[in-house]
Antibody, heavy 121, light 108 residues
């Protein structure tokens, strides 16, 4: 079945970096963007950006420019999100989600289970 | 950047009621609007795309309407399993996205 499976929870100190992975299965990995969305405790959803797996093209939300890097490895159908210079307010659940590549649909139809990242000294 | 304002932020209704959630965009976004449902501890789930298109498998009591700046998610005949937080999401033709603040729906 179509699924996105994310890596496990992480704990980091302020100033460190974290890398979260998202492995796709059950569909053509290069046929869909992978988006990253985060949710701080008790807060709403925040869009971070996307990567286009076939080309490696990326687009980041302005808020995260300079701190986020999205990459992919098409040999193992996996996308990664690297967030640097972590602060306590980066504590959140990070989700990956897919969006079909094409002009006919811009919705996130399949989501990963979420990865908890805790930033604490 | 387009700002999305959802209202209300919280809502309490009874089983069988009709519920409406509103999302307003700061500028014309045509029909570039999706709706998601999120239950506690779970990932969001797509309900409606392009303002009005119900995703396959989503109960027909959910519907979406609107165009331009004002959009509505309607839940007819509210069921206990509809307890969740609902988010609107806008996108543009450069594939930038913004979520509304969310509406938490509770049962009376």
């Amino acid at each position: 079945q179509v699924q996105l499976v994310q890596s496990g929870a992480e704990v980091r100190k302020p100033g460190a970096s974290v890398k979260v992975s998202c492995k796709a299965s059950g569909y053509s990995f290069t046929g869909y963007y992978i988006h990253w969305v985060r949710q701080a405790p008790g807060h709403g959803l925040e869009w971070m950006g996307w990567i286009k797996p076939n080309s490696g093209d990326t687009k980041y939300a302005q808020k995260f420019q300079g701190r986020v890097t999205m990459t992919r490895d098409t040999t193992i159908n996996t996308a990664h999100m690297d967030l640097s210079k972590l602060r306590s307010d980066d504590t959140a659940v990070y989700y990956c989600a897919r969006v079909v590549i094409g002009p006919w649909d811009y919705s996130m139809d399949v989501w990963g289970q979420g990865t908890t990242v805790i930033v604490s000294s | 950047d387009v700002q999305m304002t959802q209202s209300p932020s919280a809502l309490s209704a009874s089983v069988g009621d009709t519920v409406t959630i509103t999302c307003r965009a700061s500028q014309d976004i045509f029909n570039y609007l999706n709706w998601y449902q999120q239950k506690p501890g779970k990932a969001p789930n797509l309900l409606i795309s392009d303002a009005t298109n119900l995703k396959t498998g989503v109960p027909s009591r959910f519907s979406g309407s609107g165009y331009g700046t004002d959009f509505i998610l309607t839940i007819s005949s509210l069921q206990p399993e509809d307890i969740a937080t609902y988010y609107c999401q806008q996108y543009d033709n450069l594939r930038s996205y913004t979520f509304g603040q969310g509406t938490k729906l509770e049962i009376k």
